[in-house]
């Protein structure tokens, strides 16, 4: 990428002066001497929290939403017939979804961004015009806009009161004109917004059986030219970082649209990273006063419907099969499981709270272009866990979580979270005393943690409120990952109950919990987060011997057996050059890797290199064991 300098070299060269009486030296031709190429800074990636989002500055909103606008205007003058839909900013950028005469390609965004340019230098005014609805639909239908019409449809019916406002792009009747219905904001004039910060990112289809096929172009938009080479350097360092991409390079996944899109394949390295964080998962739970739970892949429909998946969720629920004239039901959710083996027992008072964990997999229906990697998959595994607690044991209940969720993603290098808190909404289930109860309890217990939170008044669920947490990864992402959620419906849906001190029938809280959210995001994002460059406690391999010929193998055989024995995860690479050796295991991201050769063997040693830190030179089998341990069972990034 083309990184300009932030400055240049301002002064000539200042020549020496000869004195007068020095004899000129006889001229010699010179030789002239290659052109060298000038050296650019290499500049690099911010952290994604160094490049604001709409939410975060009000001026890059107007800026975004503006460019939204003046991208639409650019389309419809170079492709006639292109109607348009909606154009909303986002999080770092903008989109505008159209019905194109004829499809768009990568190669025409150039074109449509030097139209945009174009636009942004004639500075022409953003204008704000209230109509009423019947002008506005006289308008659309002399534009010949359908969607247009549809928009405000929905406006009306959201709201009958609602006002109606037009934006136009240049004065009304001019040639350099363009309209749209629009709440804005918008910058003043086109000539507000640089041209050197905006860029095209994408163009593709979007659509179902339902809908037509539309045309959707994002773009980016920043206040300055600097902040978007700042964005691309960033998007470069991410597309390094794509887990799709380590994924194959390092032999960790695969999804087969032969064997189905969504369903996800683990080979023998990553499946010893997902067993690895599996088994720290189930141990620090067992720890923590839980108890582990398996449960089935189906169950009955029934099930589903007294749950209300059935009646809310049935679109991203598989289609039911027959067995034995009854139908059965793929689980989208792990909670009615849970719940049916609690109705299993008898629980007093004394017996609560009751905590039960499952690494449980679920199924749900994604459309095929909905569908990410590991990020949005058709099977994945929940790290799914539910608390049975008496309305007096939530706070402490959620601060142990709460813990739970720092202690676990503290592990694995995530140590900045972002809380949210969503409180009641208009319309819920329970009585105001136990969501007023509820609410003050998670304040509280967010409170004792010392963690800071945004509420979002009325954004919680029907059934109950939740706390979720994002986590910041390496380059500044924010995943969301830990959900809270308490539940006041599926209790009474399945008639759940407890004996009270006064020997009465009680319904128990019930909480939902998740840490990681779904095991297969979150090795999604623990790869982007290592550039596939696991810690040595994670990694799939931890040490690769490179014996230098075949006449030390029988030693490095010795080496490898001793590692394995201390518990340690070792291959061995033969029949490669030395060179070719140490490059493979440096593609492979192998976090120590020892060249052995007939002084080593001699010596009983090892020449020591790690991905991290490079060279560390010559050490004893057993002190690299000894090292490796420690590094091992400490959860260290390297020795």
């Known amino acids: 990428m083309d990184v300009r300098a932030a400055s240049t070299a301002g002064a000539a060269a200042a020549t020496e002066e000869v004195p007068a009486a020095a004899a000129k030296p006889p001229k010699q031709k010179q030789q002239k001497q290659p052109k060298q190429p000038q050296q650019k800074e290499k500049l690099p990636p911010p952290s994604l929290a160094e490049l604001p989002t709409s939410d975060e500055s009000e001026e890059l909103l107007r800026i975004r939403h503006s460019c939204a606008h003046i991208m639409a205007m650019a389309v419809q003058r170079l492709h006639k017939g292109a109607q348009v839909t909606i154009g909303p900013w986002t999080e770092r950028g903008f989109f505008y979804d159209f019905d194109m005469p004829q499809p768009l390609a990568e190669k025409d965004l150039p074109k449509i961004r030097k139209e945009m340019q174009r636009i942004m230098r ?25 969607y247009k019409l549809e928009i405000l449809d929905s406006i009306v019916e959201r709201d009958p009161e609602a006002p109606i406002t037009i934006y136009h792009i240049g004065n009304p009747g001019s040639e350099e004109h363009w309209w749209d219905l629009c709440a804005g904001p918008h910058v003043q004039s086109t000539g507000d917004i640089s041209p050197d910060a905006i860029d095209l990112e994408s163009a593709y289809w979007r659509g179902d059986e339902k809908h037509p096929m539309l045309q959707r172009i994002y773009g980016t938009a920043w206040q300055t030219q600097e902040q978007l080479d700042g964005y691309r350097r960033f998007n470069e360092e991410a597309a390094l970082r794509d887990h799709r991409k380590l994924g194959l390079e390092l032999d960790l996944f695969s999804i087969s649209d032969s064997c ?111 569908m990410h990697g590991l990020f949005r998959v058709r099977g994945f595994t929940q790290d799914d866990a539910h608390i049975f607690c008496l309305p007096g044991q939530i706070e402490s209940e959620i601060l142990g979580v709460l813990d739970m969720v720092e202690s676990v993603l503290s592990q694995f290098g995530f140590k900045e979270f972002e809380v949210n808190l969503s409180t009641r909404p208009e319309e819920s289930v329970g009585s105001t005393e136990i969501w007023e109860r509820a ?55 399945f008639d759940m109950f407890y004996i009270s001190d006064a020997n ?64 340690l995860r070792v291959d061995v690479v033969s029949g490669l050059s030395v060179g070719k050796a140490i ?50 069972s400490s959860r260290a990034d390297t020795l």
């Not at 499946?271 to 067992?286: A, G, Q, T």
């Not at 839980?290 to 598989?318: C, N, V």
């Not at 230098?548 to 029988?554: C, E, S, T």
């Not at 009983?604 to 830190?613: L, N, Q």
């Open 122 to 146: 004639k500075n022409l005014p953003f204008i704000r015009e209230e109509v009423s609805v019947e002008e506005a639909r006289a308008r659309i239908q002399a534009a010949g806009e359908p």
């Open 260 to 370: 189905g899109g969504g369903l996800v394949f683990w080979h023998p390295k990553g499946s010893m990273v997902r067993h690895l964080v599996e088994d720290f998962w189930k141990n620090i739970h067992l720890q923590r006063g839980y108890q582990l739970l398996y449960t089935p892949h189906i169950a009955k429909l029934d099930l589903w419907k007294t749950s209300g998946h059935y009646d809310f969720y049935r679109e991203s629920m598989f289609n039911q099969m027959e067995i034995d004239t009854e139908e059965y039901q793929l689980k989208p959710m792990n909670c009615p499981f849970h719940i049916s083996v609690y109705k299993q027992g008898y629980y007093s008072y004394r017996d609560l709270p009751v905590r039960w964990a499952e690494l449980g997999t679920v199924y749900r229906y994604e459309r095929s272009g909905t």
């Open 439 to 493: 609410e003050s309890a998670l304040k509280s217990a967010l409170e004792q943690k010392g963690w800071a939170y945004e509420e979002d008044v009325g954004g919680g669920a029907f059934y109950g409120p939740k706390i979720d947490i994002k986590i910041r990864d390496a380059i500044g992402r924010k995943w969301q990952c830990s959900t809270v959620q308490l539940d006041f419906n599926l209790p009474e849906r």
């Open 504 to 567: 009465t029938k009680e319904r128990p809280i019930m909480i939902h919990r998740a840490i990681f959210g779904s095991l297969e995001r979150f090795m999604g994002i623990l790869i982007e987060n290592f550039a596939g460059a696991f810690p040595l406690w994670l990694a799939p391999v931890q040490c690769r011997l490179v014996p230098v010929n075949a006449a030390v193998a029988d030693y490095v055989a010795g080496v490898a057996d001793k590692l394995r024995a201390a518990g």
């Open 583 to 632: 490059r493979g295991a440096e593609t492979d991201k192998i976090p120590v890797m020892c060249v052995i050769g007939a002084r080593e063997a001699e010596t009983g040693s090892v020449a020591v290199r790690t991905y991290a830190a490079g060279d560390l030179g010559t050490m004893s089998v057993d002190e690299l064991v000894g090292k490796m341990a420690v590094a091992n």
